[in-house]
Every structure is written in C-alpha cells, then in structure tokens.
C-alpha cells in the first residue's frame, strides 16, 4: 500500500512546490544569533564588519563574515565599497522588513531563556541521580 500524497503533513502547509521552499534559506539566514544582531545594529545606519564584530557577543570576525555574505547574498544586507579596503554594510529594504519579526524573536528568547536554562538543569540533575 503507498502513502496517499495528500496524507503527507508539512510543517508549512504547501506541497514541497521549490519555488515555495527557498524561504527556508531566508530563515537560515537570518536564525542565529550573529545574523540578529548584524541586522539590529544596522538598523541605525553603515557599519564596518570589524564594528560588527566588536559589538556582537561570542562573534568572531570569520563569523561575521560568513554572515554578511549570507545576507547579502538573500538581498538583506548590501555592501558599499567606499574606496577602501574596507566596506560598509547597510540594510536594504528586505532587512529592514525583517527587523521587526527578529526582535519579536529576539524578546522571546531573553524572556525565556531562564525557563530554558531551569529545565536543562532540572534534567541533568534527574540524570545525575538516575532518576531518568
């Protein structure tokens, strides 16, 4: 007996079309900490990647980059050469259009991550006494 196509469950509720999925490369996108946080700063105007760096906690400048390159590559970011060796990175209209989801994102993870953190540790503890 073979699986009825229509009895297929997706989490987004379209039929695997491609020309639908490619929003999954804008949530990987833009679904770490670095990428927020880029795309944050860059609310209030230009800035250098190393600026970036120095103001993103735990981000390293490879990091950084790898990110600006994704963001900008999705259209979310672009970068200005200026004449430098040394470019700036601004919002475009589609990472200004996500700012406002991300810090919705953003207030949920501060507000729950001390529930997240209690858990973690509330089952580690079982474990430890291998009541788990």
């Keep these: ?3 009825d196509s229509r009895d297929r469950h997706h989490v987004d509720g379209h039929d695997g079309d ?8 804008l949530l990987d996108a833009v ?17 250098h990647a190393g600026e970036l760096e120095r ?4 981000a390293t400048r490879h990091e950084v ?5 994704r963001l900008e590559e999705l259209g979310l970011v672009e970068r200005v050469d200026e ?10 209209a589609i990472g200004r259009s996500a700012l406002h989801p991300l810090r919705g994102l953003r ?3 501060i507000t729950s991550y001390a ?10 503890s079982l474990r430890r006494h291998k009541l788990i």
Excluded: F
């Design 31 to 47: 679904g770490g900490h670095i990428a927020v946080c880029a795309l944050e700063l860059l609310r209030s105007g230009r800035l």
């Design 65 to 69: 980059d790898e990110t600006l390159d």
């Design 55 to 58: 103001r993103i906690p735990r």
């Design 18 to 25: 491609a020309s639908v999925d490619g929003y999954h490369r």
């Design 115 to 124: 529930q997240a953190v209690a858990y973690v540790e509330a089952k580690e």
């Design 1 to 3: 007996m073979g699986t």
């Design 83 to 92: 004449g430098t060796a040394n470019p700036t990175y601004a919002l475009t």
């Design 107 to 109: 207030t949920w993870a």
